[in-house]
Structures are given as C-alpha cells and as structure tokens.
C-alpha cells in the first residue's frame, strides 16, 4: 500500500517528484478559467439572478422530464442494469475545467477504477456555463479510455445555461425546449427574462467530433432526465438535481419520496452535499420538508449520501437515534480549483468529533498549499509561505487537535506561522474570538478561490471507489497529485466499510 498524505509529506505530494503522464492526455490548448475577468462573471449571472428575482430552474426542469418521457423515458426514471450482486463503481465530483487538475485525475482513475462497471459525475460536469461545445475537452476526451458508462447528475455550473448541453450529451441528444411565453411587463420575471444567459444559436456544432472519442456501445448511458436512480446488484443509487441555489422542487421531491421506498440499500448522490464543513445542510424540499429528512427515515433504508459541489473530501459517520450509522461524504474533488479545508473548524456535529471527522486534503496541506499561492499572489512568498511541517503544527494548535500527520521533524509554531494562518482563516477552538481575515472560504469562493487551480504539483484532487457486495459497500478516497508515482500506484486516503444488513 503506497503512503498517503496521513503518512508521509511525500505521499501528500510534496518535496521534488517526477511529474505525472497525464501531461499527455492535455489537449494542445487549453482554458484558464479565470472568475476576475468580468466576462467570465457576466456570462454565469444567472445563479445571481435566480437568487434576487426567483428560480425558474424547477419548472425547466419539469419541461426537460416531460420531454423525455414523451420520447419514452420510463416515467419512474429508474435505471434497470444487470450488475451482479458484487460489483464496483467510481464517483468523481466537480470535474470539468479541462486543465491540469482535471486531467491529472485521469490516470489513476483508470488505475484504480478502469475495472468498474461505471461512474458518476457528481455535480457541475462542466465549467464555467455548461456549454455544449465544452464537453469535448472536457468530459468526452478526459474519459475516453474509460470503458464504462458514466452517468451525471447536474451542478450549478451546468445549469447556467438551462441544462440543454447536459440534456444533449446525457438524456438522448434531448432537443432543446421551445421557448416559453414572454413574462408579463415589469414583473420580477419579466426583468429576469431581459438579463438572463441563454446559450450561442451554434451552441453544440462540435458535438459529433467530440462523442467520437467515446464510441464504443459499452461506453454509452442514456438517462431518463437529470434525475434518476440506478438499481445496481442489491443496492440502489438515487441521483437528485439541485439546480442553481441547492434546492428541489416539489414534482423532484414527490419523485424522491417514491423512489427512496422499500428494503434495497440506497446511497444518495446529490449535487448539494447534506453535511459538509461541519455544517448540517439538509438541502430544503419545495413545499416542505428536507432530502435529509427522507435520506435519514429509517423505512427508506439509506446507508451513504454523497455530495458535489465543495471541491474536496469530507466524511461525517452520524450515527442516528435508531442506531444505524449514516456516512455522508463531501465528494467534489474530482478537477476544480481546491476549496480549503483548513478553514473547516474543530469537527463537532450531530455527535460527529473530530476524531471521527476524515478529510482531503488534510488541513495542514491546505493551509500549506493557500499560503504559497497568496505568497505567490501578493508577492510576499518569504511572509506567507509555510512549509507543510509548520501548517501542520500551526492547524494542531489553533484547532487543539493531534496532528494528522505526524511530521518528521517537528515545526516550531512561530509568530508568523500564528499570524498567516489566521489571515488564512484557519479554524480556531469553539469560543475563540474571530479576526481580520484574507477572502478564502466566502469571498475567495467567487473570486480568487478558482484561480487556485495552480498547474504544478501537488492538486489534491481524489475520485471514489465503491466496491458493492450483498453484505456492505467498501468506499474509498484516492487521492491525485499530479504526481508519476501517484499515478502509478494511487494512495488511499480514506476507506470505510458500510453494512448494508
């Protein structure tokens, strides 16, 4: 078993490498995603607007379902596969900025994965807008060599543009929808309507080329819409929508309930994870009532909810009042920029300590990685850069927590060490006071945090593995650094086995 991050600074990714083979993989050009270029903002406004003039994502969505079930999607929207009882499928979150951090995941995914039967694309499949003509670069040519199908569930970033790239690619070549009448004058949707993005008229011309590279018959998935669930062997894999803001609508809740009933073993899959930086988030049901809540109705028989959209691994063992265990995971580390993980705050929720609390990368690589890239942006590196031993050591104590990994020399935790970290926004214990702060959680989200997608080693990115048998699911983290010896021989971050009896 090769060392992980929780083993040595090495198997983090650190300290000189011999870069990975993915750099062959790369097409000749590739994006840079930059959210400080006010195109690149204007052109993905619609999540801001949905948010002050209301969200027309649940009736889209109901337009593109009755769609495809008036080209014969089966109405319940459940995928009938052969899979035998013991079977393995991958889940990579948040994938698709076609740049190094995406591709650097694909070698070891077809390591460690390219035996699955298939995978699921958790959350925005494609960035900045889900454009059509993106997936060639960026999902059809990173995953040519995959044998399997792969499925998806829709992100924010694929909504941006209505869902009709995802619609083309992953729903049967779905027909865009015809247009709507025109709201009534002066009216919160009526200005909606005059600001909104809409896709190019030529959106898409690339699309043939582009599934050209994934043309084998057993490579190929049709689904119902962009919600479905997938009985596989013994268990079912229920995969939700939740649009721009991290919701559903009623007709996709009414359809959850249904679909989440009887005996078989679930894990949800959702584009808006339910517990993530040690916040319960149960992600709200038009009409009333949470996902949480029927993820956690024991009659519905839920073992793991796993969720996109935060851009790395977090795992939260709830244990419930009936005595089951609950796993819910943060899976989003499959290409996009990093989101921090040193900001997350001493673990204690829903009876989850730190102790339990596992995730990726660790909170000294985090603030390690944050530090020289602010280094590198304000141009103060000999300030702000920490080695991973100092970040460590610095997270140990602000958080008062061991040391996930412990390093071999220890770090003396200087002033300044004190001082980045909390300009970084690491975590203090419950009841310390907060300070001045740099934007990296809230503000850097939007601004700076996507050009934190840095194009050398190490990226901390990871995919799943989930191995299903009668008797329980094994879930396990691998982690991609960038790295050639990374690539080879995929370290495992975390692992869990589920009792699905």
């Not at 962009?226 to 359809?255: C, F, K, M, N, S």
């Not at 709830?318 to 819910?328: A, E, F, I, N």
Request: some cysteine; charged content about 25%; hydrophobic content about 35%.
């Amino acid at each position: 078993m090769p060392d992980s991050s929780r083993d040595t600074p090495e198997g983090a990714g650190w300290g000189p490498a011999e870069r990975g083979a993915y750099q062959r993989l790369l097409p000749a050009r590739t994006e840079k995603i930059s959210w400080l270029d006010p195109r690149m903002l204007w052109a993905a406004r619609n999540g801001v607007l949905a948010s002050w003039f209301g969200d027309p994502t649940g009736r889209t969505r109901s337009r593109w379902v009755a769609q495809r079930e008036a080209a014969g999607a089966p109405a319940g929207k459940v995928i009938r596969r052969d899979d035998p009882d013991r079977f393995s499928f991958l889940v990579i979150g948040d994938t698709g900025e076609g740049d190094d951090p995406q591709y650097a995941v694909v070698p070891g995914l077809l390591t460690a994965g390219g035996d699955t039967r298939f995978a699921v694309l958790a959350s925005d499949v494609i960035y900045p807008v889900g454009s059509a003509d993106d997936y060639g670069a960026k999902f059809f040519r990173p995953y040519r060599d995959y044998p399997a199908p792969i499925y998806a569930i829709p992100g924010n970033h694929d909504w941006y543009e209505d869902l009709g790239g995802f619609m083309r690619v992953f729903c049967g070549d779905a027909p865009p929808l015809p247009p709507e009448p025109r709201p009534r004058p002066l009216t919160r949707a009526w200005l909606r309507s005059l600001l909104w993005h809409r896709p190019r008229p030529d959106d898409g011309r690339r699309l043939a080329e582009a599934r050209a590279l994934r043309p084998a018959p057993v490579q190929q998935a049709v689904q119902p819409g962009p919600y479905w669930a997938i009985d596989a062997g013994p268990v079912r894999i229920v995969g939700i929508d939740t649009g721009l803001l991290g919701t559903l609508d009623a007709e996709q809740g009414a359809w959850l309930r249904e679909v989440s009933a009887g005996s078989r073993p679930k894990i949800l899959v959702t584009g808006s994870p339910l517990y993530v930086d040690g916040r319960h988030e149960p992600c709200a049901i038009e009409g009333g009532g949470t996902v949480d809540d029927i993820v956690r109705d024991p009659a519905h028989h839920y073992v793991a909810a796993i969720g996109g959209d935060i851009h790395n691994y977090q795992r939260y063992p709830v244990r419930l009042d009936d005595g089951r265990t609950l796993q819910y995971v943060v899976a989003g580390g499959g290409g996009a920029f990093m989101h921090a993980t040193h900001t997350i705050p001493r673990v204690a929720v829903a009876g989850v300590t730190e102790d339990d609390f596992r995730c990726y990368p660790l909170r000294g690589d985090s603030l390690a990685f944050y530090s020289r890239l602010y280094g590198r942006r304000l141009r103060l590196r000999r300030f702000f850069t920490l080695t991973e031993a100092e970040a460590t050591a610095v997270i140990a104590e602000r958080l008062g927590i061991r040391p996930a990994r412990t390093p071999g020399t220890p770090a003396r935790v200087t002033r300044r060490a004190r001082l980045v970290a909390g300009l970084l926004g690491t975590g203090r214990r419950p009841g310390k006071a907060r300070r001045f702060r740099l934007p990296v959680r809230k503000i850097h989200t939007s601004l700076f945090s996507p050009g934190s997608a840095t194009y050398s080693p190490p990226f901390f990115k990871c995919f799943l593995r989930l191995d299903v048998s009668p008797e329980s699911v094994r879930l396990r983290c691998y982690a991609a650094t960038g790295n050639r010896a990374q690539e080879i021989d995929p370290p495992v971050e975390d692992e869990v086995t589920i009792p699905l009896r």
